[in-house]
């Protein structure tokens, strides 16, 4: 282990193939939060209840399309590890199987959560009028869950395939249109909170087109069919059933959260709206590194490099609690400012500042979780992710249970003991070597990881073995 450290003081080439993918990788995730930021300064000006109701909504939202979140952290770990191995064709015909199952489950979705919507928002037990303001946001956005998907499932593709500047062009296009189209439709045509989920529902709409041009395009070049294939469907989604729990225990805090805000009234539903977004966008910033760490731990083990999958994680890691000491920094430096910009009432003021110190804490040990997090997904290991993530969800329970009833700054308190849990689980599996599985398919474990390598082997690729510091080009260039 000693010899597959990075050299320590010096930018390595670990560092050098990291800040290829993060940095771009950054700017998209990065583009996201901020316009959703800034879409929540919009719908503030309408007042702490349309607030509040988006809050709800959006949580309601992310919760329905999240946990098909393995749509990208799947793909992307999958496609790296057929990229790695050097079966290109084989990376692409999985990319195409997931953007099938993706638009297959966000029909799903839309079909199952536009009847339920009224109940799924009264069970986050906000007053009536946040509620009425919530069911209105969330039964026009649920029209955009078919194109959120395919979008997650195309950015896993392109992120596989070690590209995250095309993500990076799509994010910030789509983004900016999604904010003027707000704008536009809530403070332009005064159409309300409606507007806002207006304008959401065509800019993802547009995003999805974007995603499937680009993925479609490279199965052209690649001579691999973007007709659906049954075979490989099924073994993806039986691959993803790991993430898919992961990703519950991952969401069942979000909306835990969520509901007790709520019950602590109009203006602590308000605050935890706009302490979330404020969270999100550092969230997403040093999931960065976490996504390099995906593409960049499945491709080197894919390759059968284990050594070199080693050492860039242990300097992920490093990245990540700089990174994460950096941004604490920085929004200690702007917390005052951050109340004016959404225009929040007093009383909405004063529990902001205090959640933000909070918030502040939290960044050194988020950023070292995100990138474990990142690294382990890229890695295939889905199963002790499972795990992990029920243990958690656990340790938060118990907490957010003694702290419910204490206010707002004690319910992120809690959320504070969650992230330290995900720290001591993750640490503790890097540490040993059961994560390090090589191979262009990852089959050992579960039964569904060694269903899923079957599936893919048996479609016509060949196995074409690469050594395992071969140069893979840049995708975009070709």
């Known amino acids: 282990m000693a010899e597959d450290a990075p050299r320590r003081g010096r930018?390595?080439?670990?560092?050098?193939?990291?800040?290829?993918?993060?940095?771009?990788?950054?700017?998209?995730?990065?583009?996201?939060?901020?316009?959703?930021?800034?879409?929540?300064?919009?719908?503030?000006?309408?007042?702490?209840?349309?607030?509040?109701?988006?809050?709800?909504?959006?949580q309601a939202l992310t919760?329905?399309?999240?946990?098909?979140?393995?749509?990208?952290?799947?793909?992307?770990?999958?496609?790296?590890?057929?990229?790695?191995?050097?079966?290109?064709?084989?990376?692409?015909?999985?990319?195409?199987?997931?953007?099938?199952?993706?638009?297959i489950i966000g029909l799903l979705v839309l079909a199952a959560g536009w009847p339920l919507t009224p109940q799924i928002i009264r069970a986050f037990g906000g007053t009536a009028a946040v509620s009425a303001q919530a069911i209105t946001y969330l039964r026009i956005s649920l029209l955009s869950a078919p194109a959120i998907l395919i979008v997650l499932a195309g950015t896993g593709v392109l992120r596989g395939l070690q590209d995250t500047r095309t993500p990076l062009v799509v994010a910030v296009v789509a983004n900016a249109v999604n904010?003027?189209?707000?704008?536009?439709?809530?403070?332009?045509?005064?159409?309300?909170?409606?507007?806002?989920?207006?304008?959401?529902?065509?800019?993802?709409?547009?995003?999805?087109?974007?995603?499937?041009?680009?993925?479609?395009?490279?199965?052209?070049?690649?001579?691999?069919?973007?007709?659906p294939d049954l075979a490989g469907l099924r073994a993806a989604a039986f691959a993803g059933a790991s993430l898919v729990l992961r990703t519950l225990a991952l969401q069942a805090?979000?909306?835990?959260?969520?509901?007790?805000?709520?019950?602590?009234?109009?203006a602590a539903i308000?605050?935890?709206?706009?302490?979330?977004?404020?969270?999100?966008?550092?969230?997403?910033?040093?999931?960065?590194?976490?996504?390099?760490g995906q593409a960049i731990t499945g491709r080197y083990l894919g390759a059968g490099d284990v050594g070199?999958?080693?050492?860039?994680?242990?300097?992920?890691?490093?990245?990540?609690?700089?990174?994460?000491?950096?941004?604490?920094?920085?929004l200690l430096a702007v917390r005052p400012v951050l109340p004016?910009?959404?225009?929040?009432?007093?009383?909405?003021?004063?529990?902001?500042?205090?959640?933000?110190l909070v918030v502040i804490a939290q960044q050194p040990v988020a950023g070292v979780v995100f990138v474990?997090?990142?690294?382990?997904?890229?890695?295939?290991?889905?199963?002790?992710?499972?795990?992990?993530?029920?243990?958690?969800?656990?340790?938060?329970?118990?907490?957010?249970?003694?702290?419910?009833?204490?206010?707002?700054?004690?319910?992120?308190?809690?959320?504070?003991?969650?992230?330290?849990?995900r720290f001591a689980t993750l640490t503790l599996r890097v540490r040993g070597t059961a994560w390090l599985v090589p191979g262009a398919v990852r089959r050992k474990g579960s039964v569904a990881e060694r269903e899923y390598g079957d599936a893919v082997d048996n479609r016509g690729h060949g196995n074409h073995q690469v050594h395992p510091h071969a140069e893979h080009p840049d995708p975009a260039a070709q």
């Open 253 to 266: 805090v979000l909306v835990l959260m969520t509901a007790i805000a709520a019950r602590q009234g109009n």
């Open 11 to 58: 930018r390595g080439p670990e560092d050098r193939e990291i800040l290829r993918l993060a940095v771009p990788a950054f700017g998209a995730l990065v583009a996201e939060p901020l316009f959703l930021l800034a879409d929540s300064a919009i719908v503030g000006r309408l007042g702490t209840v349309p607030l509040g109701g988006l809050g709800i909504a959006s």
């Open 308 to 330: 070199s999958a080693r050492a860039a994680t242990r300097r992920m890691i490093g990245w990540g609690f700089c990174y994460g000491a950096l941004f604490s920094a920085v």
């Open 63 to 103: 919760t329905l399309v999240g946990i098909s979140i393995f749509l990208a952290y799947g793909t992307t770990a999958a496609v790296a590890r057929q990229l790695g191995a050097n079966r290109r064709d084989a990376a692409i015909r999985q990319g195409v199987d997931g953007l099938w199952l993706a638009a």
């Open 340 to 356: 004016s910009m959404f225009g929040v009432a007093p009383d909405v003021r004063g529990l902001l500042l205090a959640v933000l």
């Open 372 to 421: 474990l997090d990142g690294v382990l997904i890229g890695a295939g290991d889905q199963d002790y992710l499972a795990i992990a993530g029920l243990v958690t969800l656990a340790a938060f329970g118990a907490a957010a249970g003694i702290v419910a009833h204490s206010g707002l700054v004690a319910l992120w308190l809690a959320y504070c003991v969650w992230m330290t849990a």
């Open 270 to 292: 308000a605050a935890h709206q706009v302490a979330l977004r404020v969270w999100n966008l550092f969230v997403f910033a040093l999931d960065a590194i976490a996504i390099a």
């Open 179 to 227: 904010v003027a189209l707000n704008a536009t439709f809530v403070l332009g045509l005064h159409w309300g909170i409606a507007g806002s989920a207006w304008g959401t529902v065509i800019a993802q709409a547009g995003t999805c087109a974007a995603y499937l041009a680009v993925v479609g395009r490279g199965a052209r070049r690649a001579g691999v069919s973007g007709r």
